[in-house]
């Protein structure tokens, strides 16, 4: 891990998860914008990777995260009939109604693994996904040392 | 080896008040690759943008990375600008820091931190982006404007004028829309009729223009420059060629009693009919549902009387498919149904109408040619209530939304209901008065000052019907905050203006996006008003927010600019955002194929010299592609790649964040 | 045979005591067990939610926590403030789980929301599904009712469920079964000035007055309410409003319950039409 | 079983030129191995019983037999399932195969893949999961996150990576499987930890809608790696959410890669 890594909020000691967030270009990140233009303030632990579409979004990203050791993945799109591209949140709905499936089996919980559909319109939505992420993750605790995808050194 | 900038904005205080940027400079300067960092006050300014060419060609930059506001803001600026210097525009790259950071974190040093991530996220992208070359696509110089009132007449024109072919399909038998059934407009009370019908005249003869009245859309597919339209031309049972207008059939046709559309079923029509006099085409079509012939196969009156023998019962829809380069949607409005107010009665008192009523009661050329005469008994009301704001401003029984024109149009009942019944009392219940445009405040004033009308600033609880046949309309008045009571002969909703039934289904055909309140939403509410998110299709008139008459006609003006612009060149150049196949991996599972919203991949046969078949992969097509990579997610040996957002740039963006 | 709980509240002692006959009799007839709630105490009506909020959730809470204590899954609140408050307590409760929290707090009694609230005219509804229907056997013989709901019996459109608060016609359907014509008129949902009936009693007059008029004038026999309030208003003050110059009126209010009874061919007095200001024995010669 | 049928079928097939080879069982030992059949006198080897594991449609597209086609094979109805979805994914033409169709108590004879689909429909519409496989699912549900995660990395941390299971699975046919791919390194190719549960979670993924629950990968994983708890649960899950099963229509669209507006979203906010 690198320096990146958020440290404890000053003061307090209490764990600050890192969650990292695949969103489409045309519903959550105009809807992050929007939280933005309209000064909505939310927990900072969220980084965003920015695609065209959910339907871009290849479940190994989302292995990838977790490899990396994010604490939580959250992934976001527009909402069904919203698509830029007409019907890729479609593709991604299916995509990801089997592969949480399979991570729930193989150990990587709900709780790890958040979905969400933010349009443009929904500043306040975003803002609200990402604080109640970040504390449900917070409540989860750190996934070290259960993740089962975590890339760990030799030993 | 990368040669990467990255050039932090303050955005003025914007970013600087939360973001330490020079820290953020200086972490980024330390990034692997990085080969200058540097922060400025505004980096979209002039000397912003020339420090960035500046480092461009000094440090022979192979990537840059400008950390500012969000790149739906500024990206084009920015890439601009490198393109100017000599680099690659898809070289260029932005971190949100505004949007996504300073504006939405106050902890100084959390929000640098995250910022140093999303800075870091873009250097690793940058690395791996790769030229880029805009497509440019062949554009089809051909218009479709869907919807016949006065937005697309409008919009018609204009392209047509402008030099290029338009194709204006409207659902109902003639062109004229709402526009077609008003009486007079405001703020001048001009007869609506006397300066709409040129123009559906002038539209239905221009060379440059297909008019396709009783005609709907059905399927839309393709993109900006060729969409492939496939239009149903509904059975009119009347040949047009033939057919001179001469309207024998329909003042002999037995069916009388059908309720006329036009006239707000105020009035009859006939089953054979055109839906008033002025109609363009003034060619009347048969209504199947009513019509005798068609529905107990006995009648055939109209068939006897048609001088010409235009009359053909065994009509059939028939279907057209056409290409165009871009299509105006103007498929206009309705009026919300009020029955969901009890307290006005539900909809089942007679003598409580809505505005458009109004308007064919207050029309020389509607049931009562223009006499004011309630529905239930044709007496001359002597007092009229006019209620503003009725299901607009209403989240809880209506819409949430303000429709914009009703105070207005109400304004102007009250003036005419004046002008007709001299001694009659005008009473207008209101929540605000909404009268901005020009000559808008002066004609409401008019109303009340020279015109006598009543304003009443509250809202109405309860109307009945007294077995008198007076209308007991009861509020209160919050200005003088008492309750009033007024024996009313009849009453007029000003009901919300809603967008037409089932325009969410047309959207999803068109592919475009539409709001809670069903209105197609426009590209950006401030820069790009009248054009969507899909490249190609644009807006006119009331199918994105409730609009008067010169607000639609502006629009559909704009949307008109902005299909000659695009029509202007014979080719448009598209972002090079496609999708790419390995053909050496490529194993032919079809799966991209079958998923591609845009039917854009393609069975490709390998073939070697002698014209034998190798094998068969998957291709791209490029003009068709949109660039959403859904292909890309599931193709199972990885054969598919999305250009600026291949897996090695997002893999490099993920790591970053270990 | 069905237990549903009973809340009398403090009118159907008083004022209302017919409501509260005429309620256990057609209860008794439709063989239904209504079981007092135990302690219960007063709803706060009109006056508690003016003063302290706290307050005027407390006292409902309590009486539905007790409810549940008692193994009670429904209680009947003939009382339209009664069941107003009470059920509007309990829709507050299942949207908040802190207020929730904070009243078991103040009344050290658990609730976990499980007791549905009945008025009476959801109680008589569901009487004549199950089986008072087919008791029916002495209709009205066409009496010509208005169907009176004022406003506690119509309105919050999460408190009174599936019907339309500004046209309600949920007492309809039982009128016809009793054998009522019901008469089209429009004052089904004024105010009849219930909570100012002592402090304003002109207010109330000419409220009244307005209401007894529109139902004489679309040729009713007799105006059919469910709520105490408006009952004395409109029964206990046509006198007054006869004196004051306006009437004159002689217009039988009964009670849904009352009504319900006739048909059921229950002895008008068992009922308690005897015991009505304005002489409502004569909608009883009708039933036969 | 009849199988003296199969073989003067199989016999039949190749003298008149109807397949240019016959993939079937014959015996080493013990053991049942593959047997690949050009010489209609050497269809007297051929055999078929309970012992036959194999899924014999996993070789019709390996490139070494792809110039003996039409070749006909001995498939059991898991086997003939996935020559239905390789039919559907463009990987076998209609007349690239015949069928020996089998099951463990009868020779069906020889079909082309519509006849093949109709036996399927006909006589194995709806086979049973795995009895055994669904208990140790659910009580693997029943453990908390940790546990299952804990469960599965001393699972997979048996994986050598020899790819045994992909080698034997028929859906398996890429001819560069992702995790070959280097730029980027997808999934790393060291036999540890979060390689293994990237491999092994992908490769079950890769299954989504096309697994036919033969078995061929866990019994050929020589690790005993127990892979058909993942294939088995992702194949309920498709089941569950769209109601399909796989390999019973030779038009099927795969499950990732089509899409219904009513699609199930619960789990979305």
Known sequence: MTQTQPKPVEGTGAFDPRIVAFVCNWCTYAGADLAGTSRLQYAPNVRIIKLPCTGRIDPLFILKAFEGGADAVLVSGCHPGDCHYTSGNYHARRRWTLFRGLLELTGIGPERLHFSWVSAAEGQKFADLINDVTEKVRQAGPFEPANPARRRPWK | ?658 | MTTIGYYPGCSLHGTGRELDMSIRALAEVAGADLKEIEDWNCCGASAAHSLNHDLAVALPYRTLALAEEQGLTEVLAPCAACFSRLKGTAVRLSRSPDLAAKMQGITERPYKGTVRILSIIEFVNRLLKEGLAGKLTAPLGGLKVAPYYGCLLARGKDIVEGDDAEQPTAMEAALAAAGCAVVPWNFAVECCGGGFSMSMTDAVVDLSHAILADAEEAGAQAIVTGCPMCHSNLDMRQQTINAAGLGPHDLPIVYLSEIMGLAAGLEPERLGLNRHFVDAMRVAERSA | MEIERLRTDAAALLADGRAKMVIGFRTRGQARVPAFVTDPEQTADLVYDAACRLNLAAYLRKTELLRFRPVAVVARPAAMRSLAILAAEAQLAAGDVLVLAVDDDAYHGVLDLPGTVALLKEKYADLPHDAEVLKQIEAIAAMTPDERAAFWTEQFAKCTRCYACRAACPMCYCQRCIVEKNVPQWISTAARGHGNYAWNVIRAFHLAGRCTECGACEAACPQGIPLMLLNIALACNVDDAFGTAAGYDLEAKPVIGSWSPDDNEDFIR
């Open chain 2, 1 to 658: 080896m990368a040669r990467v900038g990255v050039f932090i904005c303050h955005c003025g205080e914007n970013i600087g008040r939360t973001v330490d940027c020079p820290a953020v400079a200086q972490a980024a300067a330390q990034m692997p690759g990085v080969v200058t960092g540097v922060d400025y006050k505004y980096m979209c300014s002039d000397p912003g943008q020339q420090m960035i060419k500046q480092a461009i060609k000094d440090k022979k930059l192979t990537g840059v990375v400008v950390a500012a506001c969000s790149p739906r803001m500024h990206e084009p600026t920015f890439r601009r600008a490198a393109a100017e210097a000599g680099l690659n525009p898809f070289l260029l790259e932005m971190a949100n820091l505004r949007e996504h950071c300073s504006w939405v974190h106050e902890d100084r040093p959390q929000a640098t931190r995250k910022a140093i991530d999303l800075v870091r996220v873009m250097v690793e992208k940058v690395k791996r982006n790769g030229e880029l070359h805009p497509i440019s696509v062949p554009v089809e110089p051909t218009a479709l404007v869907i919807g016949g009132g006065i937005a697309g007449i409008q919009a018609a024109l204009d392209i047509a004028n402008g030099g290029k072919k338009v194709i204006l399909v409207e659902k109902s038998p003639s062109l004229g829309g709402h526009m077609a059934r008003l009486s007079e407009t405001f703020p001048t009370l001009d007869c609506s009729q006397c300066i709409l019908t040129p123009r559906m005249v002038e539209v239905a003869a221009h060379p440059n223009v297909t008019l396709m009245t009783y005609s709907e859309v059905t399927k839309v597919d393709g993109f900006i420059g060729s969409f492939e339209v496939t239009i149903r031309q509904k059975a009119r049972y009347v040949d047009p060629a033939t057919c001179t207008g001469c309207g024998a059939c329909y003042q002999k046709c037995p069916v009388k009693k059908i309720p006329s559309e036009f006239d707000a079923a105020l009035g009859p029509r006939t089953a054979i009919y055109t839906p008033f006099p002025q109609a363009v085409p003034n060619k009347p079509v048969i209504d199947a549902e009513h019509c005798l012939m068609l529905t107990k196969g006995k009648c055939g009156v109209c068939a006897k009387v048609c001088p010409t023998g235009a009359i053909k019962y065994d009509d059939t829809d028939t279907e057209v498919k056409v290409k165009v380069g871009a299509i105006v949607v103007a498929t206009g409005f309705e009026l919300w149904d009020h029955s969901a107010y009890g307290e006005y009665g539900g909809g089942r008192l007679k003598d409580v109408i809505d505005g458009f009523q109004f308007e064919r009661l207050a029309s020389a050329s509607g049931p009562t040619v223009g006499e004011i005469r309630r529905p239930s008994d044709g007496q001359v009301p002597q007092t009229v209530v006019f209620i503003q704001c009725c299901g607009s401003r209403d989240a809880s029984k209506g819409v949430p939304y303000c429709s914009k024109i009703c105070c207005m149009y109400t304004a102007k009942h009250t003036i005419l209901y004046r002008h007709k019944v001299h001694d009659g009392r005008a009473v207008v219940f209101y929540m605000d008065v909404r009268a901005g445009g020009k000559g808008y405040d002066e004609f409401v004033r008019r109303a009340i000052e020279t015109d006598g009308a009543e304003y009443i600033r509250g809202r109405v609880s309860r109307i009945y019907r007294r077995t008198d046949g007076k209308l007991i309309v009861k509020g209160a008045d919050t200005l003088a905050g008492v309750p009033v009571t007024i024996e009313a002969d009849l009453v007029v909703l000003a009901d919300a203006i809603v967008p037409r039934a089932g325009a969410d289904t047309v959207a999803q055909m068109l592919g475009i996006a539409y709001d809670t309140n069903r209105f197609y939403s426009e590209a950006h509410p401030k820069l790009r008003p009248v054009e969507t998110a899909t490249a190609g299709i644009f807006l006119a008139g009331a199918c994105q927010a409730p609009k008067d008459i010169p607000d639609s006609v502006a629009q559909a003006s704009a949307a008109a600019a902005k299909v000659l612009g695009l029509f202007s060149q014979p080719e448009l150049e598209r972002e090079p955002i496609v999708a790419r196949v390995n053909e050496a991996s490529c194993v032919h599972c079809r799966a991209c194929i079958e998923t591609c919203p845009y039917r854009a991949i393609e069975d490709f046969d390998i073939k070697d010299r002698q014209g034998n078949l190798i094998r068969t992969v998957a291709r791209v097509n490029e003009g068709l592609c949109q660039g959403c990579g859904t292909c890309v997610a599931v193709c199972r040996s990885n054969s598919i790649d999305l250009d600026g957002f291949t897996d090695e740039q997002v893999l490099a963006e993920i790591a970053t964040l270990e």
